[in-house]
């Protein structure tokens, strides 16, 4: 049985209604759980970029890539787990938090260069960033206290140095004539092959 890896794929998909549906179509299809997924813009306009990390052996990842390049939507896709890489999370922790143990828990916070963002007479809010090791162990810190409620944003990623893996070119701009319609399957994009 082939082994399964922790994979971290990058996309730039156009920004329309329904991409999201159709790209988790496609990993459902193949039997995949995205265990995170951020989505937000990207420094071309029209363009969001999405980081997603799910499980698999590596030949099913590279199959599932190369079905999401026939979702029109999908400019450009890339598997950067074996890339030198920056990732991050953002979460909110919602904890318990009276006169008796309000001192603790902000000592936990300082400890993890968390930012306190809410005070209420019974509760604090921890603003926390960094990989998911670091937010598994301030939830771990502060599940005795009692977490009342828990968000995380999921992994986001980017390549070190000059480089990147899913930009569209230079200029930072769609090409002529490909903002703003829907593209025939391929056009315009490379060969799945060359990015993987």
């Known amino acids: 049985m082939p082994k399964s890896e922790h994979h971290t794929i990058v996309a730039l998909v156009e920004d329309k209604p329904g991409v999201l549906n159709r790209i988790a179509s496609k990993w459902r299809q193949r039997g995949f759980n995205i265990e995170s997924l951020a989505v937000g813009h990207s420094e071309t306009p029209g363009l969001s970029r999405m980081t997603f990390t799910v499980d698999g052996a590596r030949h099913d990842i590279e ?8 979702v029109i939507e999908v400019v450009k896709i890339a598997d950067i787990t074996s ?29 993890f260069r968390a930012n306190i963002v809410d005070v209420s007479a019974d509760s604090l809010i921890v603003e926390v960033t960094g990989t998911e ?6 939830c771990e810190l ?55």
């Open 63 to 70: 199959q599932v890539t190369k079905q999401l390049y026939k």
């Open 142 to 196: 502060l599940q005795p206290y009692g977490i009342r409620e828990l968000v995380r944003t999921g992994r986001v990623a980017m390549g070190r140095g000059g480089g990147s893996s899913v930009s569209v070119n230079g200029s930072g701009r769609l090409s002529a004539g490909t903002h703003g319609r829907y593209r025939s399957a391929g056009e315009g994009k490379p060969q799945v092959g060359s990015l993987l």
């Open 83 to 111: 890339e030198d890489i920056v990732a991050r999370e953002l979460a909110l922790i919602k904890v318990a938090a009276g006169p008796q143990n309000r001192g603790e828990i902000i000592e936990i916070a300082t400890l």
């Open 133 to 138: 090791d670091k937010i598994e162990k301030i």
